[in-house]
């Protein structure tokens, strides 16, 4: 079976500094790797994803992601967040059915 | 190019009613998928729809269920409803079937909650 992990429920940082959100995937078959972002009351929007080639991934709004196939894992990084960087982040798996399964997220809070 | 539209955006149902939520893709995209968000936790999978058939179902009972119209916007429907069904409803929509390689956009969702 499929499942994501994020290791991590809740971040808190302060502004300026550097973030990881962790997220550790299991999967049998091939994976595509996202990460979403969610604001309060708000959909999901799309950071970045993985899909094949280079293992680094850039993003929207700063953030990169590395996928590490030995360690089944595919953090989320950013060297500087912002304020506006506060809400919920979401790591999502697909590739082995038509469904995308994701993580119960990491709530993400910058402090000034 | 318009993304993906949902409605509404709040509801309130009693215990026992069916529902009725409905979504319009993102100009392009003929593909239609349907995630139940609880509070606090990540979005699960209903099902999803192509080409106005249902293309793969989570672990959801029956009184779950969809339709994709031609202009591939989409319903869910939920029967009997009960508290554990109150969450967000995200519909997402994509171009091709399948998990993601395309990319989905994900409508702002609509917040159910059922009393």
């Known amino acids: 079976a499929q499942s994501v992990t994020q290791l991590d429920s809740q971040v808190p940082v302060f502004e300026e500094a550097p973030v990881e959100l962790r997220c550790n995937y299991s999967s049998s078959v091939s994976v595509y790797l996202f990460w979403y972002v969610q604001y309060p009351n708000q959909g999901l929007q799309l950071l970045l994803k993985y899909l094949s080639g280079s293992t680094l991934v850039k993003g929207i709004n700063g953030f990169e992601a590395e996928f590490n196939k030995s360690q089944t894992s595919f953090h989320l990084r950013k060297p500087s967040v912002h304020i506006s960087d506060t809400a919920e982040y979401f790591c999502a798996m697909g590739g082995g059915s038509e469904k995308l399964v994701f993580g119960k997220g990491t709530k993400l809070t910058v402090n000034p | 190019e318009t993304g993906v539209t949902q409605s509404p955006t709040h509801l309130i149902k009693t215990r026992g009613q069916q529902v009725t939520l409905r979504c319009s893709s993102q100009s392009g995209h003929n593909t239609v998928s349907w995630y139940q968000q609880a509070l606090g936790q990540g979005p699960q999978f209903i099902f999803q729809?192509?080409?106005?058939?249902?293309?793969g179902r989570g672990n959801f009972p029956p009184r779950f269920s969809g339709l994709q119209f031609p202009n591939y916007s989409s319903e869910l429907n939920v029967n009997a409803l009960e508290l554990d069904d109150s969450a967000l409803y995200l519909c997402a929509s994509s171009l091709g079937f399948g998990s993601g390689g395309y990319g989905y956009t994900f409508g702002s969702g609509t917040r159910l909650t059922v009393v």
């Open positions: 729809y192509y080409r106005e058939e249902e293309n």
